[in-house]
């Protein structure tokens, strides 16, 4: 790979992605980029240009934080700089990569150092040598949760606290945040996505023009990569003058009362949570004044302010696309815009009596003085018409006259529109009703899955429960376990300094406890037994409750349907769970009902996932009134085959039973006896309907050991 950048000049179109950036490099205050979209777009292609076009540094020699000769940091860990010398160099581009640890990032106990020497040493992470540079996270959204939390932190506050180990550091940590990140792999966590200063949607152009330059640029660039950075060279320099200018400017830029007032209009109309979106929104449009060459905020950079601040906080519902309305915007901006003076009527020519003569008095030609309709026939219009609104014309200009039946022209034949009966026993999709907290459903026992937020697990970022022997490669190690370890020995080795004397067989490493992600896979019942309107409606709504479970717990989630005679892969495994509820809106139902086709299905698709993520355990979530009609005469018993497989392979199960009316047959919970599955009814599914339980039952159950 050529370390010659591509430069930032030379990328086609995407003029939203190329203003958030280059406003982040003017104001890092703004608070960093998430650029959304999907894959092959050039987001990272254009992030590491911008690295090229920012100024170069000053920075004090041997300081490992890049501490600011002008301002050094009071609390920089390499001490105080009075008289150091000082080195200039461009700033940095640090990127961080999707496995990266908590360690990594922040910094750690230099543990060669506390072994070898038997002193206390900070060894700096990624944070600080991002200090006044460019922190680059591609695909921010496959990070973990932890992870994110710290980086979003470090850049909101503009610093970075270690309390780790022994060691406590605090160091300045102020930098450019620019994410990337595609949707179909997953979202966010709305309080993450707001640490975010502005958002960027992006999309390759569908122009056939611009998507050949597209690609005659990059061979380009692939053939000479010198060459090609050497004819935008000109370029990239007005650019990064550009910015330096703006950067000067912006102390200088006004924020004016009218601008503050429709900043904060604009957020309370579109309901957003909290002030960080006015504040974030504030520094936006200053810093699109200054790099506009203004000195002060205009309506125009409220505007523009708004489109890239506002679109991920309005969102009340994690299925909800982004997105901003703009004539309600454009509405709430007039309306708190700075009034126009009203205009001075001009003097007119001079009266006997001193005054000035008003031609006329009576407010125009159609007063009682004046002289009627000008410029028309008798009834004011242009052509005498009474100034309604003219006839259409026709394709040549000339009014085109209604047909008239009555004068006896046939009217012409309209089309009529062809008639497409909906298939046999089967009805149109119903809505989901309305999504509500469900109840937890984990996975028993402890598994070593990605981090997330369902199931008991062995993670990275969990809170240390104990010490144990390396497995393999030592990854984290539990220094006072180790040190235990080693002491008893120490006499035997013949130690003679501060430095330990340590074998291999001394080192322990750390056992954290946490909750991982699961795969979630919904296997749902459209057949007729469920077709009900009503009934759907609930049994839907019911499953997209249980989708946002799995968003926020970080799941990944799959679903089958089965109805008629087989059943189908409707959504293969996946982190977006935004196109499982889009699946499950436009679900029909209706035909019979293979149940042991859907339990079979399942079983497959648990067994190529198995084997392609050994470590992320499945939970199996049947929706179902526990009917089998499809199949022939033995439909029950190959279902409850079906449903002993999976139990056999140690799925964990809950079966959602569906069954509604007076008369029940119970046959989902034969089912989830079948699967040894937890059994559980719409009713029950929700949370604060169990809670309600338990706080019906407590009183009595108190009044029984009082009695007791």
């Known amino acids: 790979m050529s370390d010659v950048r591509y430069p930032f000049t030379a990328i086609v179109g995407m003029a939203d992605l190329r203003l958030g950036l280059l406003l982040n490099a003017v104001s890092p205050a703004v608070g960093g980029v998430l650029v959304r979209g999907e894959k092959g777009t050039a987001k990272s292609t254009m992030v590491r240009a911008l690295a090229g076009l920012l100024p170069s540094i000053a920075t004090v020699d041997g300081c490992r934080f890049a501490c600011d000769p002008a301002a050094p940091d009071p609390q ?7 008289g150091a010398p000082v080195s200039e160099r461009p700033a940095r581009l640090v990127e961080l990569p999707v496995g990266v640890s908590e360690d990594r990032i922040v910094g750690s106990l230099d543990l060669e150092r506390a072994l070898a020497e038997g002193v206390k040493a900070y060894e700096p992470g990624l944070l600080a040598q991002a200090h006044r540079g460019v922190l680059y996270i591609d695909e921010v959204n496959l990070l973990q949760d932890h992870v994110v939390d710290l980086l979003l932190d470090a850049a909101a506050m503009g610093r970075s606290y270690v309390e780790r180990e022994g060691v406590s550091v605090r160091h300045a940590a102020r930098f450019l945040l620019v994410g990337t990140m595609n949707p179909e792999e997953g ?14 949607e992006i999309a390759a152009t569908r122009d056939p023009a611009e998507r050949a330059e597209v690609v005659r640029r990059r061979l380009g660039y692939d053939a000479d990569p010198a060459a090609f950075a050497a004819r935008f060279a000109g370029d990239e320099r007005a650019l990064a003058d550009r910015i330096t200018a703006a950067r000067e400017l912006l102390a200088q830029v006004e924020l004016t009362d009218t601008a503050l007032r429709q900043i904060t209009a604009v957020c309370a109309a579109f309901e957003v949570d909290g002030l ?8 936006t449009a200053v810093a699109l004044a200054a790099w506009s060459g203004r000195t ?40 708190h815009a700075e009034p126009e003076p009203e205009p001075q009527p001009e003097p007119g020519p001079a009266t006997a009596e001193g005054s000035q003569e008003d031609p006329d008095p009576e407010g125009g030609p159609d007063g009682p003085d004046g002289d009627g309709p000008q410029d028309g026939g008798p009834d004011g219009g242009p052509d005498g018409g009474g100034g309604g609104a003219p006839e259409p014309a026709g394709p040549d200009g000339p009014p085109v006259e209604a047909a008239d039946p009555a004068a006896g022209e046939d009217p012409a034949p309209q089309p009529v529109p062809a008639q497409h009966p909906a298939p046999a026993r089967e009805s ?29 697990a062995e993670t990275d970022g969990g809170h240390t429960v104990r010490a144990r022997r390396p497995r393999g490669r030592l990854a984290r190690l539990h220094l006072s376990a180790t040190l235990r370890a080693a002491a008893p020995h120490q006499v035997a080795r013949g130690r003679s300094s501060r430095a330990l004397v340590l074998h291999k067989d001394d080192f322990r490493e750390q056992v954290r406890q946490g909750r991982e992600s699961n795969l979630v896979l919904f296997v749902v019942d ?41 059943a189908e892969l409707a959504l293969p495994p996946t982190s977006s769970v935004e196109v499982g509820a889009a699946r499950l809106e436009s ?8 149940l042991a086709a859907g339990l079979l299905r399942a079983h497959e698709v648990l067994r190529v996932e198995r084997l392609r993520d050994p470590d992320r355990r499945p939970l199996l979530v049947v929706v179902t009134d526990g009917r089998a009609t499809g199949g022939g005469r033995d439909a029950v018993k190959q279902s409850h085959r079906a449903a002993g497989l999976l139990a056999a392979q140690g799925v964990a199960s809950v079966v959602l039973d569906c069954e509604s009316g007076p008369v029940r047959l119970g046959l989902a919970g034969v089912l989830a006896a079948r699967l040894r599955a937890t059994s559980v009814t719409l009713d029950e599914l929700r949370a604060d309907g169990v809670a309600s339980l338990v706080r019906e039952n407590r009183p009595t159950t108190t009044a029984a050991r009082k009695a007791a």
């Open 76 to 82: 920089c860990p390499d001490g105080a700089h009075a």
């Open 187 to 200: 979202e966010l966590r709305p309080q993450l996505l707001d640490r975010f200063g502005l958002t960027v």
């Open 276 to 283: 960080r979106a006015d504040i974030v929104m504030a520094r």
């Open 296 to 335: 002060e905020v205009l309506a125009e950079d409220v505007r523009k302010a708004a489109q890239l601040a506002l679109p991920h906080r309005r969102r009340r519902n994690p299925f909800d696309a982004p997105g901003l309305d703009e004539e309600q915007l454009d509405r709430v901006l007039e309306e």
């Open 428 to 456: 149109a999709p119903v809505a989901a009703g309305d999504p509500y907290r469900t109840r937890l459903f984990a996975v028993d026992g402890t598994g070593r899955g990605a981090q997330g937020r369902r199931s008991p």
């Open 526 to 566: 459209a057949s007729g037994s469920m077709a009900a309107r009503q009934r759907m409606t609930a049994v839907k709504g019911a499953v997209l409750s249980l989708l946002m479970d799995a968003y926020q717990r970080r799941d990944k989630i799959g679903m089958i349907t089965f109805r008629g005679a087989s």
């Open 587 to 594: 679900l029909p139902t209706g035909g019979r009902t293979p």
